[in-house]
């Protein structure tokens, strides 16, 4: 037997996913649970050349289906059919759900995002008929109305997580609202679109705690951050529910480990629990000042940073999609 990877010892102790489009990952370093992916890993994949395909095809679908779907724009739809076909090729290759985000525009009104989600369903629909449904995940950032929209999703039958988490409180009312997982931001997203920056007060304690707090209230919600950058992080996670893993990570874990492992789930989590019967889902103005108020403000101050990077990516999705014509 050879000598122990790095993927071996997490896929030991945690169920790990792939962060990526990219069919290649999946075969190459797989196997993998899940497939999460986002506007920024969408337009990494779509801009491709060898992707010039998979933008014509989506938009000639958008053009088709246009008239159903006619509250939104062209280049709009299209990127959305552009997302679900990647998801659709990478579900061939993985063991469990497709991740597809909604449209960080969106972020701030549920009915929009409710709709968008429905939206998502359907056209997987459209592009594999039959697809099952029980293996789509709707992404969905976790503003307030973000979260009552999974509520009525999840209420319907469609599952979501709740993405861009970056305190308790959001965690607290993802697990009211029944999300199925929530994705802790381990590091602002800016780490990843910004040169040069440090995120130096990375949320890996966060995560431990909101495993262990779900624990103790018995919620069905499962744990999966996100926004890593290093090996080491990944190992201080060892024994979080999932994990998604970019893949450049991926290759890096896909060699032989060192000994000295050391995981926060090894040990008592040192983030403070929501009080005991902590309640916010019929209580908006005392979730938002709450949230507003965690970390001194630092918490909404990420979640709006990233949302507003989504939304570059969303408007450079839809420029390719108006240019491909």
């Not at 290759?93 to 960080?104: C, D, E, F, Y």
């Not at 429905?118 to 992404?139: M, N, T």
């Not at 999840?154 to 959001?170: H, K, N």
Request: proline share 6%.
């Amino acid at each position: 037997m050879g000598t122990p990877t790095g993927l071996d010892y997490m896929r030991s102790r945690t169920v790990v996913n792939c962060d990526t489009m990219d069919e290649e990952v999946a075969k190459s370093l797989g196997p993998f649970q899940d497939c999460t992916s986002n506007q920024a890993i969408a337009f990494g994949e779509l801009s491709k050349p060898d992707r010039a395909e998979v933008v014509a095809a989506s938009l000639a679908d958008a053009k088709a289906l246009h008239t159903k779907y006619s509250s939104i724009g062209v280049d709009e739809l299209a990127v959305e059919i552009g997302m679900v076909r990647l998801a659709v090729a990478m579900a061939k290759h993985i063991r469990g759900l497709v991740h597809v985000q909604t449209n960080p525009y969106y972020s701030y009104s549920t009915e929009k995002t409710v709709i968008n989600a429905l939206r998502i369903v359907q056209i997987f629909q459209h592009v594999q008929p039959g697809f099952d449904v029980a293996r789509i995940s709707i992404k969905i950032p976790s503003t307030w109305d973000g979260m009552m929209a999974c509520r009525t999703l999840e209420l319907a039958g469609v599952r979501t997580l709740a993405t861009t988490l970056f305190s308790m409180p959001q965690a607290c009312l993802a697990a009211e609202v029944g999300c199925t997982y929530v994705a802790p931001y381990v590091n602002e997203l800016k780490v990843h679109v910004k040169a040069g920056f440090v995120d130096e007060h990375k949320l890996l304690p966060l995560c431990a705690a909101i495993q262990a707090y779900y624990k103790s209230i018995k919620a069905p919600t499962k744990v999966l951050p996100a926004s890593l950058t290093s090996t080491e992080e990944i190992f201080q996670l060892a024994g979080v529910d999932h994990l998604t893993i970019a893949p450049h990570l991926l290759e890096q874990l896909a060699l032989p480990m060192g000994t000295n492992v050391n995981s926060l789930f090894d040990a008592a989590p040192t983030e403070p629990f929501p009080p005991p019967g902590a309640s916010y889902l019929h209580d908006p103005g005392r979730y938002k000042i709450t949230f507003a108020r965690d970390r001194s403000g630092a918490s909404q101050m990420k979640l709006t940073e990233a949302i507003n990077i989504f939304c570059d990516f969303q408007d450079k999705l839809e420029h390719i999609m108006k240019v491909s014509v």
